[in-house]
């Protein structure tokens, strides 16, 4: 996805991630076959705004465990840790393999697979800077999110 475009959810069933407009901001939205999946599709659409998702390995491997007091929590929690992941260490990832526990969810845990940024072969379309409540939306029964993201 360029950071020109902006895209509202593709039509199918089939799991998905993609951008849509706000007015100083971008949201990530996404679709899945599981809750598990939706948060690796949130993850691939984090990764997308920050730079083209093909172009990244999976080279190493990363783990990460977060939670939260509310699902909306979680996801702003596991966002903001693939946040600090690419700002304090360069890491990009490309596969996620999440497991959520509880029910409804409050603990993540996700491996994630990817290599460190490299400018001559990740283009930076966007820095994101946090994670917004604003408008935040999870339907873990229908498996959708939409999360706007600060740039």
Do not use: N
């Not at 799991?15 to 971008?26: E, I, K, L, Q, S």
């Not at 992941?85 to 990009?92: P, R, Y």
């Amino acid at each position: 996805m360029r950071s020109s475009e902006v895209d509202e959810e593709p039509p199918g069933h089939a799991p998905a991630h993609w951008r849509f407009g706000t007015t100083a901001d971008v949201g990530i939205g996404a679709r899945a076959a599981s809750a598990e999946g939706l948060f690796a599709e949130l993850g691939r659409g984090f990764t997308e705004l920050v730079t083209d998702l093909t172009g990244i390995q999976a080279r190493e491997t990363r783990q990460i465990a977060v939670e939260a007091d509310s699902v909306e929590g979680l996801v702003v929690a596991y966002l903001t840790e693939l946040i600090g992941l690419f700002d304090e260490e360069g890491f990009l990832a490309s596969a996620f393999r999440v497991e959520l526990q509880g029910d409804p969810p409050r603990k993540l845990r996700a491996e994630l697979r990817g290599e460190d940024f490299d400018p001559a072969r990740h283009p930076v379309h966007v820095q994101v800077k946090a994670v917004t409540l604003h408008r935040l939306q999870v339907d873990l029964e229908r498996r959708r999110a939409r999360v706007i993201v600060d740039i």
